[in-house]
């Protein structure tokens, strides 16, 4: 029996999908069985960041709905067989699928699966009580931006009132090291510090995420990128191993700071 | 060989340095009290028209529970007569619905986690917060409010209207406070650090919120601290 993560955000476009396609290509890079599940109906995205786009012939609502057998809309990525990818609906109908349809869904495919990835939509809506129905762990992503951090807040209130969802962990994306340095944006512990929760990691602003994405051709498959690097090590901490937190910051003070917090809460 | 019964009275008035004390009989029935007050107020000096110093009555009832509209038929009286407002009433009995709201308004709820944004947390009776309330998160008590960590959201002490309720926090940084209907924010673009030791905040005698060290608490509220424990 696998564990299924669902990725979410509360804000839109701070990273939901491009994580859930660096985490799930660094798990299966691992060797673990993975299959990502795009509930973004009616705006997926995750079979394009993954460059799976032009494969897909039947989709997540066609499963709910009984048109096809989950094994048919599913799709073997590029790169890995141990991963595959449910696409959501292009055109159908948001209503179309339940939450309860959703947790048989997920359950089903984690018979056959290590990890079940969900990238969730954004807002708090129905899309996003679909997400949540079947998973068991959550990963929350923030910006370092006040409305972000706002958001991820209340997602987070939200998911500890789901029973079946274990205490949700951080993600921090898009950090500006220089910004930060100059106090332009908000720090990472201080981020860490009001939404109290377990930090899983950090991931640079970095250009060569928004160029691999254009590529259909995840980051996490670079061996040297920074943004890899992160990605790698939040996969290998999920996996139960205890990473340090890379050195975003040239300030060495900042650094023992992070690590400090990670330590704490680890 | 019967001894002369000196009648007993049902309303006895005594002057204090605050106003009267009126004290009535428990026993008889109230319009007794009504005729008894007014031949003894008749007896009374008439207030001066000019004199435009209220007097201050207490009303000491024993076990006779007064009604609202009883209350306001001895108003009237003082009023009329010697024109003077009931300022206390000092009684033995309450009903038991009293009873329950002052239990409920004495009582501390206690919560441990962090109060999140979109949350709303609403007692009656002072509030316990063992954690944060987020920016976009809301704590609101009929009494006091008390959080241990850092209080960045919106918090409601002596919501029903009690000014004399306090705000502590362990780090005060909020984007509003409110004591009964006396609200203060933050000055624009100045951000506190929260690295101020613990504060506390209180509506003084100019109707103005003010913060001040949280060991002023105790002398600025001395009711705060429980009489059993001194
Ligand atoms: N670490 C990063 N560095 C640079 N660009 C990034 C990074 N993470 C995400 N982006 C870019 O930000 C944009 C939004 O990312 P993404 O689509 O993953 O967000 P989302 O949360 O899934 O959005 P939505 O709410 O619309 O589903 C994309 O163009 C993506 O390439
Ligand atoms: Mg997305």
Do not use: W
């Amino acid at each position: 029996m696998g564990e299924a993560i669902v990725i979410t955000s509360g804000k839109g476009g701070v990273g939901k999908t491009t994580t859930t396609a660096n985490i799930g290509t660094a798990l299966a890079l691992n060797g673990k069985r993975v299959c990502l599940v795009d509930t973004d109906i009616g705006l997926r995205n995750l079979d394009v960041v993954m460059g799976l786009e032009n494969r897909i012939i039947y989709d997540l609502v066609d499963v709910v709905k009984g048109d096809c057998r989950l094994h048919q809309a599913l799709i073997k990525d590029k790169r890995f067989e141990s991963l595959t990818l449910l696409p959501a609906a292009q055109s159908k109908d948001k209503s179309a699928v339940k939450p309860a349809q959703m947790k048989k869904l997920v359950d089903e495919l984690k018979q056959d699966y290590d990890y079940v990835l969900i990238d969730c939509p954004a807002g708090i809506e129905q899309g996003y009580k679909n997400a949540v129905a079947g998973a068991d762990q959550a990963i929350v992503v923030t910006t370092p931006e006040k409305s972000s951090v706002r958001d991820a807040d209340r997602i987070i209130g939200l998911l500890e009132k789901e029973d079946h969802v274990s205490s949700p962990r951080l993600v921090v994306n898009r950090i500006r090291p220089q910004m930060v340095k100059n106090g332009e944006a908000i720090d990472v512990d201080e981020i860490v510090s009001v939404l109290a929760i377990e930090l899983l990691g950090i991931v640079a602003d970095d250009d060569e995420v928004i160029r691999a994405s254009n590529d259909g051709e995840p980051i996490a498959m670079d061996n040297k990128s920074r943004a890899s690097i992160a990605y790698r090590n939040i996969a290998r901490r999920i996996n139960g191993e205890s990473v340090p937190l890379l050195n975003l910051y040239e300030d060495k003070g900042m650094l023992t700071k992070v690590k400090k917090f990670f330590g704490m809460r680890a | 060989m019967v001894q002369k019964q000196v009648k007993q009275q049902n309303v006895i008035i005594k002057g204090t340095k605050d106003g009267l004390t009126f004290v009535l009989n428990d026993q008889c029935a109230f319009d007794d009290i009504l005729e008894e007050l007014s031949d003894k107020l008749s007896e009374r000096p008439q207030p001066q028209e000019n004199d435009s110093n209220v007097v201050k009555i207490k009303l000491v009832t024993g076990k006779r529970y007064l009604e609202e509209q009883q209350i306001e038929q001895l108003q009237n009286r003082f009023t009329e007569q010697i024109h003077a407002v009931i300022d206390t009433i000092d009684t033995d009995v309450i009903t038991k619905h009293e009873a329950e709201e002052m239990r409920l308004d004495n009582q501390v709820s206690r919560l441990a986690r962090v109060v999140r944004s979109g949350q709303i947390i609403e007692v009656l009776g002072d509030l316990l917060v063992v954690g944060d309330v987020n920016p976009g998160g809301t704590v609101k008590a009929s009494g006091n409010i008390y959080v241990l960590g850092s209080l960045r959201g919106i918090a409601h002490a002596g919501m029903n209207g009690n000014r004399e309720a306090i705000i502590c926090a362990g780090k005060m940084n909020p984007s509003q406070l409110r004591i009964a209907d006396v609200i203060r924010r933050p000055p624009e673009g100045e951000e506190r650090t929260g690295e101020e030791d613990m504060e506390c905040a209180f509506v003084n005698g100019e109707n103005q919120m003010e913060l001040e060290r949280i060991s002023k608490a105790g002398i600025i509220r001395p009711g705060i601290t429980d009489e059993r424990i001194g």
